[in-house]
């Protein structure tokens, strides 16, 4: 297999990485939910979290060169074989409610390439955008299974696409007010940048903002079709890591000088659109144009983004685990090494969870943020696995041979320690709706026109931690019956 797969260059790993985890539409979001303080909260997180994160990851790489599947590798070494299996799986399930928000978003962006509007408004557009969606995501799969020359290629087109959207949009959005003199569309001031509003709402976008800086460890599972191999893959991880933050921090100060907070609040469908639209007439360009540039660029960031997350968690989960928990039909790995049975798997359990959404949930910018809380909520879990794994390496395999770690062993345990804390409460948080709203309903009853069910919201969010995470451990008990007890000990047993 090592002979036939291809290499990538680190610049195609750069741009895979920026695919991983930038995306200016998050920027939209965060800006649309809580204004101008997501400038600092873009900034706590990559110090606080994505920084240490990335060297967290690039120690666990350095530990595992030859490694196929990446996560479940890291996982495994330091909490056994059952807690990796759980954290990939985890990893796996909770990208299936990440493309229930990333292929609607998708769907938008090329409805204002080609049509110049977003055509999925009105009653039934939560219902039509859901069936495109699941068409398009089969065509994903069916990249995916092609292997990494094939999601290279994508990724480097939507890296490309995203540097541009993200940086030129700073440089115009300053060149609007420093050089032709226009006033900012919001007011740069402690109480609206730096005093946030502390509710419920914040503490739900914290979780948005946790996961748009995430996602870096994902691409380990390409360590080894990197040119280079570890030394190249810690350089080019933390050095995306630093520039990523920087940019989600400058585009957040963008967004308040071009577009108004009335125009911006809870406006996740076109939000993105306005503010390129404000930004070209300040340079005389029709906003026909403008929305259709930018629709283009963002339908191909979007594609990346989808080709590559349709691919890398099955590629952590099926791999390498055991063939006996799930089956040889769904571990089974083409040439280059990509489980396709369970890639198509994967597509049948997100055409299910595209159409639930859909019949529970009104307006198609409330279907969206729905969406978006549940995958923010979900996106924590294998992170905690990962921390977990990250504090007992430091704290029992310090000495476990790598060419690279965060600091002293003290340094390592209180970093992942603090992070660990931080991920426990912000994942609680984003996984329950407003308890006033939920309290609200209730006592009355009543759900505001386009606004989501809070109990639905409730039930949608906890029911699928709990189905998905249950189902897993219940096919590693059984596993374990059949082997006659623990795995962990029934592999040493046998020698192996």
């Given at each position: ?39 600092p909260t873009f900034l706590f997180a990559t ?166 800086v995430g996602g870096a460890e994902a691409v ?128 049948a359990i997100v055409t299910i969870l595209m ?142």
């Amino acid at each position: 297999m090592s002979e036939t797969r291809g290499k990538m260059k680190p610049i195609s790993f750069l741009l895979m990485t920026f695919t991983a985890v930038f995306s200016f539409g998050t920027i939209i979001n965060a800006s649309a939910s809580i204004g101008m303080a997501a400038v600092p909260t873009f900034l706590f997180a990559t110090i606080f979290y994505f920084f240490p994160f990335t060297l967290m990851i690039g120690e666990f790489a350095a530990a595992h060169g030859d490694s196929e599947s990446g996560v479940y590798s890291w996982i495994r070494t330091a909490l056994g074989e059952k807690m990796a299996f759980l954290g990939s799986w985890s990893y796996f399930f909770v990208n299936l409610f990440f493309f229930t928000s990333l292929l609607p978003q998708t769907l938008i962006y090329a409805s204002y390439t080609f049509l110049g509007r977003n055509i999925f408004g009105g009653a039934n557009g939560t219902v039509i955008i859901s069936l495109l969606s699941i068409a398009l995501f089969w065509l994903a799969t069916y990249v995916s299974i092609k292997g990494v020359g094939w999601i290279s290629k994508v990724t480097d087109l939507s890296g490309i696409a995203r540097l541009l959207m993200g940086i030129g949009f700073i440089i115009l959005a300053l060149a609007v007010v420093f050089l032709l003199g226009e006033k900012p569309a919001q007011h740069f001031t402690t109480e609206t940048v730096v005093t946030a509003n502390m509710n419920w709402n914040y503490l739900t976008t914290l979780a948005w903002v946790l996961q748009a800086v995430g996602g870096a460890e994902a691409v380990g599972v390409y360590v080894k079709d990197i040119k280079g191999g570890n030394k190249s893959f810690l350089k080019t991880i933390v050095g995306a890591a630093l520039a990523i933050g920087i940019i989600y921090a400058l585009g957040a100060v963008a967004v308040g000088m071009i577009l108004p907070a009335e125009t911006l609040q809870d406006n996740y469908s076109n939000a993105l659109f306005d503010a390129f639209g404000i930004l070209g007439a300040h340079f005389g360009i029709s906003s026909g144009i403008v929305i259709r540039i930018v629709g283009f660029i963002m339908m191909l960031s979007s594609v990346g983004s989808l080709v590559l997350w349709t691919a890398a968690p099955v590629k952590i989960l099926f791999s390498e685990i055991p063939e006996g928990i799930f089956g040889k039909w769904v571990s089974k790995t083409n040439e280059e090494g990509n489980p396709t049975n369970a890639l198509l798997l994967q597509g049948a359990i997100v055409t299910i969870l595209m159409i639930i959404p859909a019949l529970g949930v009104g307006s198609i910018d409330t279907f969206l943020k729905t969406l978006i809380n549940m995958t923010a909520a979900t996106s924590l879990i294998p992170v905690l696995f990962l921390l977990l794994a990250y504090i007992m390496m430091r704290v029992k395999l310090d000495e476990l041979p790598r060419s690279f770690k965060m600091g002293s062993r003290k340094v390592g345990i209180a970093v992942g320690v603090m992070l660990l804390v931080f991920f426990l409460f912000a994942f609680i948080v984003s996984i329950l709706p407003s308890p006033a709203a939920l309290m609200a309903y209730f006592q009355t009853g009543y759900v505001a026109e386009g606004a989501a069910n809070p109990l639905f919201t409730l039930l949608y969010n906890a029911l699928g931690v709990i189905i998905f995470v249950g189902f897993a451990y219940v096919c590693y008990a059984n596993y374990e019956k059949k082997l006659g007890g623990d795995y962990s000990e029934t592999v040493k047993k046998m020698g192996k």
